[in-house]
């Protein structure tokens, strides 16, 4: 951004690490107004695409121009992964676990596609599926320190399998991480979860 402020990926790219969804709405509209002006197609598409994704939530028009991107770069993994995302949130699960396969057809080792293909499952109540890809995006650097929404899951996908001794030491080491999973509810109601289900199975 510093470097090339007429730069639109340099503003998408500084949303990511925005905290409050004003600041991080106006990069992404940012760099969406810069890619009117820009030449090049293929960073045109790819603002539109997560414009519509990110700030508009019309995932319909953001498939549209992830498609042309993944046309443009079909060997992409990272176009046919946010492709997978504008299916996932429109509620389209099988395509968007189709994009995710792919992806790490593309790259093997790459987490977020093992960890999305795992959230697909669980969408689909397939709990041992969605803990085989977990264990698969954790094989390849999946971290619950750098992503407190990835912890939350992780929680989630034990609770389901009925690991509830695992569940609970892992919502208690984690909650060693900072504030954010200190407090979090979702932590919370699955610990609850967790403490009954033992009790029950010890009282029988």
């Known amino acids: 951004m510093e470097l090339d402020p007429n730069y639109p990926s340099g503003f998408l790219m500084g949303g990511f690490y925005e905290q409050d969804p004003e600041k991080h ?8 107004e ?5 030449n090049l197609k293929s960073e ?17 028009k953001a498939q549209e121009y992830f498609k042309k991107v ?21 509620g389209e699960f099988d395509k968007a676990l189709e994009c995710y396969k792919k992806s790490t057809e593309l790259i093997p080792n790459l987490p977020k596609g093992y960890e999305f293909m795992s959230v697909m499952y669980y969408s689909k109540k ?16 999946a971290n619950a320190k750098n992503d407190f929404y990835y912890a939350e899951y992780v929680a989630m996908v034990y609770n389901r399998n ?34 009954a289900k033992l009790d029950s199975i010890q009282a029988m």
């Open 25 to 32: 709405k106006e990069k992404v509209t940012k760099a969406f």
């Open 34 to 38: 810069l890619s009117k002006k820009t």
């Open 44 to 60: 045109r598409d790819i603002m539109q695409a997560e414009y519509y994704l990110l700030v508009e939530d019309n995932y319909p």
């Open 70 to 90: 993944v046309d443009m770069y079909p060997d992409s993994a990272a176009a046919i992964w946010s492709l997978g995302m504008a299916y996932y949130y429109n």
């Open 126 to 141: 397939d709990y041992k599926k969605a803990l085989e890809y977990l264990e698969k995006a954790e094989e390849y650097g």
């Open 162 to 195: 009925e690991m509830y001794n695992k569940t609970l030491d892992y919502i208690e080491t984690t909650r060693k991480y900072g504030e954010l999973y200190k407090n979090s509810e979702t932590f919370e109601k699955i610990a609850e979860i967790a403490k």
